[in-house]
């Protein structure tokens, strides 16, 4: 694919991966980003879907929102706000229970902090700092192998179609299966980092997840029967969360679309039963229906929707924190970061702070290269 020797190579274009390349370029480092997706975003991805009729329907199906605390956090998203790239989302939370059926607004709670969502999609962050000046950005191209290179100092990089991606200065992975057996697991492959090349990092073998599945709805009507366009479940032992996306700031309003999530606990015994490899359409199904039944038998009026698909988060959230204060891992010998929310905490916030750490490393190095 490319010969010459590039700065850094960014694997993964979640919040994470995306803020550090963006960093780095704007620093003057240039940096390729790859990502085996069909676009930007990780978590933050925005699904595209077609229903029958031929309706785009789309769908913030991984985060549906960020809060920040951090000063440094927060300016960086005033930045994006001045962009037009993410907006608060004033909305009231509530809480559904479902032994009672019924809702209580937990307003007073939940306005500790700002509630931010990427416009006109969660995924407008990352896809803007994956087009700034500097990066380029190659989508569809995973990983299969990295190879230190001890000789010429550097890394080659090999994608899981066997092709050849360039040898770089410089490595961030931003996805916590790259060298753990989990990777194995999901892929059928080994991992695309061998644990010989950072023996000290074993804390990244086997990183606690926590799975959920995503269930997208589509309604003709707006459901008027229910008070919230966003609430928890308590005593569910299927739904934890219920969003509606046209609740959300430049969202299209052409049709009622809600997004649930399952709880923790539901899928991990889908999963129990199942593994890890990919969902089956039959499995997907069975969720869709499970979780829709139990939207449904909130005692509220309804009505069935005319789209409907699940989505599996197998082991995108982490259950742990593995470098709070260092908020990255860093090989300064081989130039080799990895970063994410389950570097500092798991969120987008975590995420971002994670890249941020990411590239004040590697900056200092390679501006003496």
Not at 168 to 173: E, I, L, R
Not at 199 to 215: D, K, M, Q, S, T
Not at 283 to 288: A, E, F, N, P
Not at 295 to 319: C, D, E, N, V, Y
Request: charged share 20%; net charge neutral.
């Amino acid at each position: 694919m490319q010969n010459t020797v590039s700065k850094v190579a960014v694997v993964g274009s979640g919040i994470s991966g995306a803020i550090c390349a963006a960093t780095l370029a704007r620093n003057g480092i240039s940096v390729t980003l790859f990502d085996s997706a069909r676009g930007p975003g990780g978590r933050m991805s925005q699904r595209r879907e077609i229903s029958q009729d031929g309706k785009e329907l789309l769908f913030d199906h991984g985060a549906p929102y960020f809060t920040v605390t951090n000063p440094d956090v927060l300016s960086v998203v005033a930045e994006w706000e001045s962009r037009g790239l993410v907006a608060e989302w004033k909305l009231n939370f509530w809480s559904f229970d479902c032994f009672s059926n019924e809702f209580f607004n937990t307003e007073n709670q939940e306005r500790q902090s700002k509630k931010y969502v990427g416009v006109p999609g969660m995924n407008s962050i990352c896809r803007a700092l994956c087009l700034e000046p500097g990066v380029e950005s190659k989508f569809n191209v995973g990983i299969g192998n990295f190879d230190w290179i001890e000789l010429e100092n550097l890394w080659s990089l090999t994608g899981s179609d066997g092709q050849n991606l360039g040898q770089f200065k410089g490595v961030v992975a931003s996805d916590k299966n790259i060298i753990s057996p989990r990777f194995t697991e999901i892929t059928g492959r080994s991992p695309p980092l061998a644990l010989s090349l950072a023996p000290e990092w074993v804390e990244l073998h086997n990183i606690p997840v926590n799975p959920c599945f995503a269930l997208m709805l589509a309604f003709t009507d707006p459901l008027s029967s229910v008070p919230a366009k966003a609430f928890s479940f308590t005593n569910s032992k299927v739904l934890s969360w219920a969003y509606c996306e046209n609740s959300k700031p430049g969202r299209s309003c052409t049709s009622e679309r809600w997004v649930l999530h399952s709880t923790m606990e539901y899928a991990k015994d889908v999963i129990a039963q199942t593994g890890l490899q990919k969902p089956s359409k039959e499995t997907l199904s069975k969720v869709g229906n499970e979780m829709l039944q139990e939207f449904l038998g909130t005692g509220l009026s309804i009505a069935q929707p005319f789209f409907k698909k699940a989505h599996r988060w197998g082991s995108a959230f982490p259950a742990a924190s593995i470098a709070e204060e260092e908020k990255c891992l860093w090989d300064e010998k081989k130039r080799l970061a990895i970063c994410g929310d389950f570097c500092v905490s798991p969120n987008v916030e975590g995420a971002i702070l994670s890249g941020l750490a990411a590239a004040s490393k590697l900056k200092g190095m390679l501006s003496n290269l």
